[in-house]
């Protein structure tokens, strides 16, 4: 180590120097809104769309006068995919850029790295992605799907479509443990069988032997809540293997970050799934909010399920903050436990207040030319699997994610 | 190492006493926090590296095996002073069944670099397939890809109800740090670090000095597991969350780009580059004109072509060719050139 | 039996794919004792080479055959010209400067490609065994790999130029002395070990989805089969690659495909610890 009183001196002075400048320059009256996304790294392509999104309901809110009289201002963070990073900038988030709200997080892991720092900043979180569910904390409010409101929708149309003997193949993490007992469990409430239940992990990309194993189990339907660009390649091979027309298939998150784009109709057609949004569904709110996407940035290819998710979100705050006539968190949160609803692109979503999740319409969709064409919509479905085991209206102290037992 | 450790211990407090009234001033303490975590990781594969001779590409799977020790003793104790003793104990024990593995075997180089690739590998792996309720160590769920949240943070010993956190964890984490340099300086200024030394210089010629290279090499590794591993856990402290991307291979990269940047050879170096491109990367996150890899890549590989010795050393070595005239007496950084020789292949 | 059959083909495609991934990295290692760690990053730009190249309406197998490889090829020329040349004989820094070059190569792809899964559908059919249906592009690997090796042998063992490359491989000093140039060697053989990175890249792009960090999956796998297949290029390189490729499947149709890749791991570490100087240190030894 190499430090004499010479270079000690000069460092000092520079260090003074820097400290001297000025840290933040405060303007307080704009509401300021915290966004913690991953819009690099390997989870940009979920990341960088929801960005957009929430960048266009700001713009939307700002324009029509904004909220309470003020300009909302962003200040967003790019996560680079890193966990580690999500800590830290929740953490400057809510100490040191001190916002008003939080919207973001995309994998469940990141959500529970900065969810105990908001509940202790008490600064109100929304959390709008698709997620495993089980989340019960007052100060958290999530409008994705979870996976009783798809997998109850799901299943018996794919069953009807196909038969009773069902092969489930899921990611291995906590999602995908979560969703495959629930399918396993609306298979059986439909009178159907699980011959058998496989789990990958996210990095598995080799699925020969595996198209082998279901073959030789001989299912009617095989339904793949598969994650990820590695698990692509499981739809790739078993249309390569021309299974395809063989047995059908169902899943629970393919399309979600776009990726019927990906693959070929050939590949893709026919798949069934089950979400809050399709880019075909033909409503006149949904035409809008293509427009005014494609309007901002061009073309509207790169909206999916969670970017709408996240629109939605920032709508449902902004309307929460509207009713409250204030920012403060406690009349946030009871302006949103009001099961306060808006209209969005994917349709109506309204706030249940038990379990701070939203009630929304589940729409069926099938592939079909690399669009994902709905067949049927469900209107407003209830986070079942949550409802279970939250009731924040009894019991507000609340702060675990639950396991759902099934 | 010129000076004797006394020496050391003067400086080491003074600077550490000025870093710490200083740098809050300028960076928040919960940034400082991580810098001084990710420091200490650097300084725990500068000393197997630099001064040992053993490249690592698994030193994340040490950083890793702390953070989740401690986090599972944490979880099953409801208290945090066993479970930090634990997350040292714990990769040193592991690193030492592995280095005596790969040590005894005789086992060098780039054959050293595949096996702590492959258990870092095979560590990540079996981490990320642990989502089932089947995994579950006392009352620790794994927790597979999403990881642990939830456990005990570092409380007062025998207070589980005193915790410490914001500021004062910073200057726990601080001052740790100071203390593991100043073990590090006392280790390399014994006659272990001297033979270690050596062993990096010419394996052969120490060893047919009698010494036994095999168990040297395989207790320094164990030492820079211990330090690896106690950064591990004032991570996990710090996170309140753990992933499997702990053991990733991009982790592992890093450190080794920290050392490179900072200077292999030098216990300054791998600290300071660690610190430095750690921040340098949680600013870079805050722009969004170039992807953040491609400039991390370009970093390492314009440091291996026209700065391979690493910043420290250069700094150095610009001071003295700049200001040439040593002060006669108190010469602290005069560099034995054996010492700036690139441990090599 | 029709179940044996498909187990059998699916292992020969799994020792298949692992002497495609590994080709590229084991000539550049074999000849030059140059660990590229960008060599997985080379297979995602042959990836992404065939995937523009089909996109643009060219045939399948021209992209994947001839493009591909040629477009990383030079890619490689110019990594060994700008980086590697400057680090021959630094075994351990050229290895961290190509595992920079790797970042650089995915920050590189992220920015042009994005990080959206891309790929592009197999262009031979599904293939009917008795009761079971399996890839028909599984055999087009097996082929492919084959006819590498076999290129491979002939070109090292029957050419003039195989003749040089053996020498420099052997005593590269002697060789200059000869009058042939290292430095012009080293640049071709880090051209074909790019362009093989290239190719294995384009030849698995239609079995998977494409991102700019698809190449981190293969990299491991490769060091691995190259480093435990020790000194013999070809030999080496089938050897470990039916070791390893063999103990990954049985795992996998035993268990899961995890414990499949578990396994693997564990076999390169136990062979390592046996054999330090890989299977070909030991047996084959003055083999190609």
């Known amino acids: 180590m190499s430090l004499n009183r010479r270079n000690f001196l000069a460092s000092t002075a520079a260090l003074a120097s820097a400290s001297m400048l000025p840290r933040v320059a405060l303007a307080a009256d704009t509401i300021k809104l915290g966004s913690i996304l991953d819009t690099s790294g390997i989870f940009d392509a979920y990341g960088k769309p929801m960005d957009m999104a929430m960048r266009l309901a700001v713009d939307e809110i700002n324009a029509a006068g904004g909220l309470l009289g003020k300009q909302v201002e962003v200040t967003a963070y790019d996560t680079q995919s890193d966990m580690a990073l999500y800590s830290q900038y929740g953490q400057q988030l809510t100490r040191q850029d001190q916002v008003d709200v939080v919207h973001g997080g995309i994998l469940s892991a990141s959500r529970e790295a900065i969810r105990q720092t908001m509940r202790k900043t008490k600064t109100p979180y929304f959390y709008n992605v698709l997620y495993e569910g089980g989340v019960c904390d007052r100060n958290i409010f999530i409008n994705g799907v979870t996976p009783a409101q798809q997998v109850e929708a799901l299943v018996p149309y794919a069953m009807s479509k196909s038969g009773k003997k069902v092969y489930i193949l899921a990611a291995d993490y906590n999602y995908g443990q979560i969703t495959a007992r629930w399918i396993q469990k609306f298979v059986a409430d439909n009178g159907g069988e699980t011959v058998g239940v496989d789990f990958f992990p996210l990095d598995v990309s080799d699925f020969g032997s595996t198209i082998a194993k279901i073959q030789s189990a001989g299912p009617d339907l095989v339904i793949a809540p598969l994650v990820g660009g590695a698990h692509l390649s499981f739809f790739r091979q078993w249309a390569a293997a021309g299974m395809k027309d063989r047995i059908p298939l169902a899943s629970t998150t393919l399309g979600v970050g776009n990726e019927h784009k990906v693959l070929t109709p050939e590949e893709g057609n026919g798949i069934m799934v089950a979400y809050n949004y399709s880019q075909e569904l033909d409503t006149p709110a949904n035409n809008a909010f293509k427009e005014k996407w494609a309007a901002a940035y061009g073309d509207s290819n790169l909206i999916h399920e969670i970017a709408v998710s996240n629109y939605q979100g920032v709508l449902t705050w902004a309307e929460a903050v509207r009713q409250a006539g204030s920012l403060d968190r406690d009349a946030v949160i009871a302006a949103l436990e009001t099961g306060l609803s808006i209209e969005g692109p994917a349709g109506k979503v309204t706030v249940d207040p038990k379990t701070h999740h939203a009630v929304l319409d589940v729409h069926i969709m099938e592939f079909a030319n690399q669009g994902m064409k709905v067949i049927e919509t469900l209107p407003q479905r209830q986070p079942i699997d949550t409802q279970a085991v939250c009731d924040l209206a009894a019991n507000p102290g609340d702060n675990t994610q639950y396991e759902i037992q099934i | 190492m010129q000076g004797s450790l006394s020496n050391d211990a003067i400086k080491i407090i003074l600077i550490t006493g000025f870093l710490i009234w200083v740098m809050p001033l300028m960076i928040s303490t919960y940034t400082l926090t991580i810098l001084i975590v990710y420091g200490m990781l650097g300084l725990s594969l500068g000393l197997i590296w630099g001064f040992g001779g053993i490249l690592c590409f698994g030193q994340a799977a040490f950083f890793g095996l702390g953070a989740y020790t401690y986090a599972i003793a944490a979880i099953n104790v409801g208290e945090s002073t066993a479970p930090m003793i634990l997350a040292v104990l714990v990769p040193a024990g592991f690193a030492a069944l592995l280095g005596a593995m790969m040590f005894y075997g005789r086992l060098n180089d780039v054959y050293l670099g595949v096996i702590t690739l492959v258990v870092t590998l095979i560590l990540f792996k079996f981490i990320n397939s642990t989502a089932g309720p089947q995994y579950v160590i006392g009352n620790a769920r794994l927790g597979g890809f999403n990881g642990i949240p939830g456990f005990q943070t570092l409380n007062i010993p025998g207070s589980p109800e005193a915790y410490i956190w914001g500021d004062s964890y910073f200057y726990v984490c601080a001052v740790l740090l100071a203390v593991v340099f100043f073990l590090v300086s006392a280790l390399l200024r014994s006659s272990f670090g001297r033979i270690a030394v050596g062993i990096r210089e010419n394996e052969t010629r120490m060893s047919l000095m009698g010494y036994d290279v095999r168990a040297r090499k395989t207790a320094l590794f164990a030492v820079g597991a211990a330090i690896a591993g106690l950064a591990g856990a004032l991570f996990a402290n710090w996170a309140e969350i753990l992933t499997p991307s702990l053991f990733s291979l991009g982790q592992s990269a890093e450190i080794i780009i920290w050392c490179i940047v900072g200077g292999l050879g030098t216990r300054m170096g791998p600290v300071l580059g660690a610190a430095g491109l750690a921040y340098l990367k949680f600013l870079l996150g805050q722009q969004s004109a170039v992807d953040n890899t491609l400039i991390t890549g370009l970093i390492l590989v314009l440091f291996v072509l026209f700065l391979p010795k690493g910043v420290v050393p250069a700094v150095a070595g610009l001071w003295k060719v700049s200001f040439g005239r040593r002060p006669l007496g108190r010469t602290h950084h005069q560099r034995r050139p054996r010492n700036r020789e690139r441990v090599s292949g | ?288």
């Open chain 3, 1 to 288: 039996m029709d179940l044996s059959v498909v187990i059998l083909v699916e292992m020969l495609y799994a020792v298949a794919s692992l002497i495609l991934i590994s080709s590229g990295l084991a000539v550049v290692f074999g000849m030059m004792k140059v660990i590229n760690l960008a060599h997985g990053e080379f297979m995602m730009m042959g990836g992404y080479a065939t995937i523009t190249a089909v996109n643009l309406g060219i045939n399948i197998f021209l992209a994947m055959l001839v493009i591909a490889p040629l477009v990383v090829g030079l890619i490689g020329l110019a990594v060994e010209r700008l980086v590697i040349r400057h680090l021959y004989g630094r075994l351990v820094d050229t290895m961290l400067a190509t595992w920079g070059l790797s970042l650089f190569f995915i920050g590189l792809a992220t920015m042009i490609f994005g990080n959206t899964t891309t790929g592009i559908s197999t262009p031979i059919p599904g293939f009917a065994i008795g009761n079971y249906q399996i890839n028909g592009y599984n055999f087009f690997i097996i082929v492919v790999a084959i006819l590498l090796l076999v290129a491979m042998l002939v070109i090292l063992k029957n050419t003039r130029a195989g003749l040089i490359a053996r020498g420099t491989m052997q005593r590269s000093d002697m060789a200059a002395a000869l009058g042939y140039s290292p430095d012009r060697i080293y640049m071709a053989t880090f051209f074909c070990g790019s362009a093989l990175s290239g190719l294995a890249g384009a030849v698995l792009a239609p079995l998977v989805g494409l991102v700019p960090t698809s190449g981190g999956a293969y990299i491991a796998k490769a060091f691995i089969t190259v480093i435990a297949g020790g000194p013999s290029l070809i030999a080496g390189l089938f050897s470990s690659a039916g070791f390893f490729g063999i103990v990954n499947q049985v795992f996998t149709f035993a268990i899961s495909p995890v414990i499949g890749e578990v396994a693997l791991l564990i076999a390169a570490v136990v062979l390592l610890r046996l054999l330090p100087q890989g299977i070909t240190g030991k047996f084959f030894k003055g083999k190609l």
